[in-house]
Structures are given as C-alpha cells and as structure tokens.
C-alpha cells in the first residue's frame, strides 16, 4: 500500500504556471505506475498524463500534450505535473493515482489504480 500526499495548485492566471507534487509518504513509487487525473463537477476523471513503470513510458492526454510536463525526483518518491500555459478549461481537481502490475492499456484509465492522493484544486482565471 502507498500513500499519496498532494501540494501545489492554487489560483493562475491564462498563460501562467504552477506545479502539483505528489508524493509517497513512505517508501518510493519504484513499483508504481503514476497518474494525474482531474475532474470538475458532473464530470468523470479525465486522464492528464502518467508514467508507466514497466518501460519508464509518459504519455500525456491530447489537451494537455506540449503544455504539461510530468517528472520524478532520482530517489523515486515525488512525481511532479509541470503545468504551463494554462488554460481556463485546466480549471479542475487534480488527483494523483497509483497502482501496481497495470497493463499498459488500463494506464490510462482511473478505474484501474488502486491508490489516490488527496486532490488539489486548480482554477485557471481569463
């Protein structure tokens, strides 16, 4: 089991940046596959990016491909969602997620990790 402890977010303007952080309370994400999902009301969790941990791939959702960023600290207990450029439609709750043994296809889909931190809000202001 891992827990996951979530900072950064906040508010932004159009253009602007911010970075969300997300990392293992104890232990390392070694074995984990990470994900950054976000979700704004009446909605389902849309995928934003991951790195699956079997081949070290990161794959990023179309609406946020070339803007955001994810990355990892050596030791492999903090992953990290760059954002830039943002968009008024970035505005939602980012989740990060984890799970072990996902194959590649459910890496993509939240139903599939087991593990979430706590959500941080990201309003992106016009």
């Known amino acids: 089991q891992v827990d996951l402890v979530q900072s950064g977010g906040g508010l932004a303007q159009a253009g602007g940046s911010l970075r969300l952080s997300c990392a293992a309370s104890?232990?390392?994400?070694?074995?984990?596959?990470i994900g950054w999902f976000r979700q704004v009301p009446g909605k389902a969790r849309e995928f934003v990016a991951r790195?699956?941990?079997?081949?070290?791939?990161?794959l990023y959702g179309d609406s946020v491909k070339d803007r955001f960023t994810l990355s990892e600290d050596n030791a492999k207990t903090t992953v990290y969602l760059q954002m830039n450029n943002l968009k008024p439609e970035d505005t939602a709750i980012y989740y990060c997620?984890?799970?072990?043994?996902?194959?590649?296809?459910?890496?993509?889909?939240?139903?599939?990790?087991?593990?979430w931190g706590q959500g941080t809000q990201v309003t992106v202001s016009s």
């Open positions: 997620a984890a799970s072990r043994n996902l194959i590649y296809s459910s890496s993509f889909s939240a139903g599939a990790y087991n593990y």
């Open positions: 104890e232990g390392t994400f070694r074995m984990y596959t």
């Open positions: 790195i699956y941990r079997r081949d070290g791939s990161i």
